[in-house]
């Protein structure tokens, strides 16, 4: 009965189980039996309850265009196996997330910012070959010829799908970006690191973007 | 997976036409069209991606779907054959 003394020792926390050791490596037969039995049913009801559920859940620390582009591609192609897919989103990433048409008053820093970042999704540029917005251009262009939906279209229908986005606080209050200049979204909240980790333990999947 | 003469003489429920859509545009519609037809019943999705070719025939196989088979249309399209399985 070495099985259930593994168990137990890569669980050494664990006091849970009823069914003891003792109990399974006992004389009795029937009694043997009904402990296995016993600690079978309890091991299999922790099993569905440890198991990580059909979720993706993906760091989206970039603010370049393709990159967002992949990210959301890829969140869509999971919604297709019925995956509860999670953005958190972070630094650079939340520029993509403001609304340009949404204006705060600000202080210094906050106004310095505001006109530094890219003001949503639109005034983002290529990580690479961006050619002064030239590059990104270019490739909003040639992805409309090759019939793939633009970036705002992607977040509309990722909205539409259930992809849940999560602002990170922190990196909005560094940026002095609040929740009034995001874009209406669905199913938005702004949230804080603890968040991530805890959607990220149950995903089978993670992904910094 | 059935030969082009059984293809061509599926009893077809429900046709998507994600012609113009590169991916994950044919996915996306599959995934919607799937919902269209009964269990058992076929869909066909029509695409002109080639990661389409590919990407069908998995997805249909891994959510418990059967995928029946592909074929080229005269037009230079391809028509994908998915029955649903659940």
């Known amino acids: 009965m070495t099985v259930s003394s593994s168990v137990e020792a890569s669980n050494p926390l664990d006091t849970t189980l009823t069914a003891t050791t003792q109990q399974v490596t006992g004389d009795d037969p029937a009694a043997r039996l009904q402990a296995l039995e016993e600690r079978v049913r309890q091991l299999e009801s922790k099993l569905v309850e440890q198991s990580v559920s059909d979720r993706l859940t993906m760091v989206v620390f970039s603010g370049d265009f393709d990159r967002l582009v992949a990210a959301f591609i890829i969140a869509l192609g999971a919604t297709a196996y019925d995956m509860q897919v999670d953005l958190f989103v972070t630094f650079w990433g939340i520029t993509a997330l403001r609304d340009g048409r949404k204006h705060l008053k600000k202080d210094l820093v906050g106004t310095m910012f505001d006109r530094m970042l890219a003001a949503g999704s639109k005034e983002l540029s290529l990580s690479r070959m961006n050619m002064a917005g030239a590059g990104v251009k270019l490739f909003r262009h040639l992805m409309r010829e090759k019939g793939v939906h633009s970036l705002e279209d992607l977040i509309r229908e990722a909205g539409q799908l259930g992809v849940r986005v999560h602002a990170c606080e922190m990196s909005m209050g560094l940026m002095g970006i609040q929740r009034e200049e995001l874009i209406d979204y669905p199913d938005l909240d702004v949230c804080g690191v603890g968040t991530f980790i805890a959607l990220a333990k149950d995903s089978r999947q993670t992904l910094f973007i | ?86």
Request: charged share 35%.
């Open chain 2, 1 to 86: 997976m059935l030969e082009n003469e059984e293809l061509e003489a599926l009893e077809v429920a429900h046709v998507v036409d994600a012609r113009a859509s590169a991916c994950p545009g044919p996915l996306l519609e599959a995934k919607k069209g799937i919902a269209d037809v009964r269990m058992g019943e076929v869909l066909e999705v029509r695409s002109s991606d080639q990661g389409t070719r590919k990407d069908i025939p998995i997805w249909a196989t891994k959510v418990g779907h059967e995928f029946l088979g592909v074929l080229e249309a005269p037009e230079g399209y391809d028509r994908l054959f998915v029955r649903r399985g659940k």
